[in-house]
């Protein structure tokens, strides 16, 4: 065979090779039927589905059908609408406690809510955005609390600024995008400050942030480090931005002692 003929072969094995076979698709279908069900967080016409993912519709019910057979999805009787279903339930209840870190925090997260009666979360970064893993409502009437599992702007959280307290100015820069300094109000967060915000955590261990998202509320938040030093997590309270100073420093105090137990090997 002559050079041109193998050098052609070659490239025609290559795009074979690269073109999504019809179960890859059929994975990638599923995967965005499920993200969709994800970020809407609540029960969602099929139709709907299928033009929101551009999906077919003959595609989707079939889709569908065959994950309410496995459980995984259920219809919801009389609207015709479908939603997660209890396998999903289970999984995700494996998996949490599967995760000694994540199995450890959850009875640290109701401990501290009950002891001090606020909202507490355990939070970590998914990519390069902060998300809630463990949320325990306090004891008030009107409780404050963020969405479990919404990936949320790193700049927005008080969280944010310890979990990428590993990094220079420079990594920060290039791992969080611009456009995540400029919060749902329209303010923007100028990058040094910040970065200021991000040391001064680091030197006190712990964080305070106020009027970010909410100009009614305050988050409190303690690093969990690996024996590294490096934050991989943390546990933190939301509270009314007027709770009182020195409640807020009883708070501060239970979140470093409940961070420092959920640190590995530290």
């Known amino acids: 065979m002559k050079g041109g003929g193998v050098a052609e072969k070659l490239a025609a094995e290559k795009q074979m090779a690269e073109k999504p076979t019809g179960r890859a698709r059929g994975i990638d279908r599923v995967i965005a039927l499920m993200e969709h069900l994800h970020d809407r967080r609540a029960p969602t016409r099929i139709a709907d589905i299928a033009r929101d993912t ?7 019910y079939e889709l569908v059908n ?9 219809l919801r009787d009389g609207d015709g609408t479908v939603y997660f279903g209890p396998a999903m339930h289970y999984y995700g209840s494996d998996y949490l406690d599967s995760v000694d870190l994540i199995r450890k ?13 606020e909202t507490a979360q355990f939070c970590t970064l998914d990519g390069d955005k902060y998300l809630v893993v463990l949320n325990e409502p306090g004891r008030r009437m009107f409780r404050i609390s963020s969405e479990i599992g919404i990936k949320v702007p790193i700049p927005w959280t008080a969280s944010g600024r310890l979990l990428v307290d590993h990094m220079d100015a420079d990594e920060i820069r290039r791992f969080i995008p611009a456009d995540d300094f400029l919060l749902p109000d329209g303010r923007r967060i100028a990058e040094d400050e910040f970065l200021e915000d991000m040391h001064r955590a680091r030197t006190q261990g712990y964080v305070r942030t106020t009027a970010l998202v909410d100009r009614f509320t305050t988050c409190l938040a303690a690093p969990v480090r690996d024996p590294a030093g490096r934050c991989i997590a943390t546990i933190c309270f939301v509270v009314p931005a007027d709770t009182t100073e020195e409640a807020q420093q009883v708070m501060i105090d239970t979140l470093k002692a409940s961070a420092e137990r959920l640190s590995p090997g530290r």
């Open 66 to 74: 065959t994950l309410v057979e496995a459980r995984w999805l259920e």
């Open 105 to 117: 925090a959850r009875v640290e997260v109701a401990h501290i809510a009950e002891l001090v009666g």
């Open 54 to 60: 551009g999906t077919p519709r003959s595609t989707m």
